[in-house]
Each structure stands twice: as structure tokens, then as C-alpha cells.
């Protein structure tokens, strides 16, 4: 896949949070931590955006969320999960269909060295 300068600061700051706190804490810590990491990188993101769903015109919200949507072009979906399995790649290419966004990252915080827990999507 196309290496964007986006993703590469993204995935640095992850990198940068997981060398602060290794694996073993639970998704939100990680999520708030990148947060900040994003934030004081002077990198726009929103936290917790909400995903509606359209279904045969009708726009439902159902509940599901963007764990972090970056510069209003790459998801990120984290986890800090032992192993990361098919269900949560088809989340993740679910939401970018959704929310039209064709960038994703799928971010697994609980290995250890974090870039065997990185994998980029494009759709």
C-alpha cells in the first residue's frame, strides 16, 4: 500500500505511546494516551465519532462508533487484544465503507514491539 506522510506520523505517535506504556492495559487507555500523543503533535482528530447507518434511505443510529477519526481521512480502530482475528479487519473495512473514508489503520496495542500489531487498509 501507498505510504502517506498522515499515516507515518500517526503510526509514530503510536509507537511513541506504546514505548510509554508497553502491552497490557485496557483499549481506553491506549485510545486516550494516543489522544494526547496526536494532540501535542498538533495532529486534528475527533474521538468517539459516531457511525450512523443508512438503511434504504433512512440514516439509523445504531450505536457504533470511530474509536479515532484523524484529519477527517484515516480511521483508527484500536485493540488491545491477544491476537487480532477476521472479525475486527471486516469492523474496520465496515466503518470505512460507511463513513466513505478509504483510509484505516488497525492498531493492536498489546504486542511487543507495536509494528507487528499495525495494519493499514485502503478501499
Known amino acids: 500500500m501507498e505510504r502517506d506522510l498522515l499515516t507515518g506520523k500517526v503510526i509514530g505517535c503510536a509507537i511513541e505511546v506504546h514505548r510509554a506504556l508497553g502491552p497490557g492495559l485496557l483499549e481506553s487507555t491506549y485510545e486516550q494516551c494516543l489522544a494526547r500523543e496526536l494532540g501535542m503533535q498538533e495532529i486534528p482528530f475527533r474521538l468517539q465519532v459516531p ?15 470511530i474509536d479515532l477519526l484523524v ?32 483510509k484505516g489503520l488497525l492498531i493492536n496495542f498489546n504486542v511487543t514491539k507495536l509494528v507487528d500489531g499495525v495494519k493499514r487498509f485502503k478501499i
Do not use: F, W
Not at 457511525?51 to 462508533?65: A, N
Open 51 to 65: 457511525l450512523p447507518v443508512k438503511y434504504k434511505g433512512i440514516q439509523l443510529d445504531c450505536g457504533y462508533r
Open 71 to 102: 484529519d477527517k481521512r484515516l480511521i483508527l480502530e484500536l485493540k488491545a487484544v491477544e491476537n487480532i482475528k477476521g472479525i475486527h479487519e471486516a469492523q474496520l473495512l465496515t466503518y470505512m465503507k460507511l463513513s466513505g473514508i478509504g
